[in-house]
């Protein structure tokens, strides 16, 4: 009989985030293997590049990590990062007409 305490324990909701950042060049091998071993950090679940838009998105947990360690990570790592890319679309003010 399993124990539901235990259950409900290791099937807690997690909130996933996932941060952006564009590097200003590629991923050497070793940077790229460093990389890969951010993932046996607890709260890691994804890392996914897109080489042409040069960007790493790293998917983490955020009830275990924050932005900030994510960061420290990766750059541990040896990726130089550029900037940490907004994922909100930008919305251009909105024009105020005068009244006629």
Known sequence: MPDTHLD???????????IVYRY??????S????????REVYGIRRLKFDRDAQTLR???DATRLNAA?????VRQAG???AEEVTQIPQ???PTV???A
């Open 79 to 81: 990726l130089d990062i």
């Open 69 to 73: 360690t994510v960061t420290g990570l």
């Open 24 to 29: 200003v060049t590629p991923p050497t091998e």
């Open 91 to 93: 919305h251009a003010e």
């Open 8 to 18: 409900s324990w290791y099937h807690s909701t997690m909130t996933t985030v996932e």
């Open 97 to 99: 007409v005068p009244a």
């Open 58 to 60: 790293v998917e983490y």
């Open 31 to 38: 940077v790229s293997f460093a990389l890969s071993n951010t």
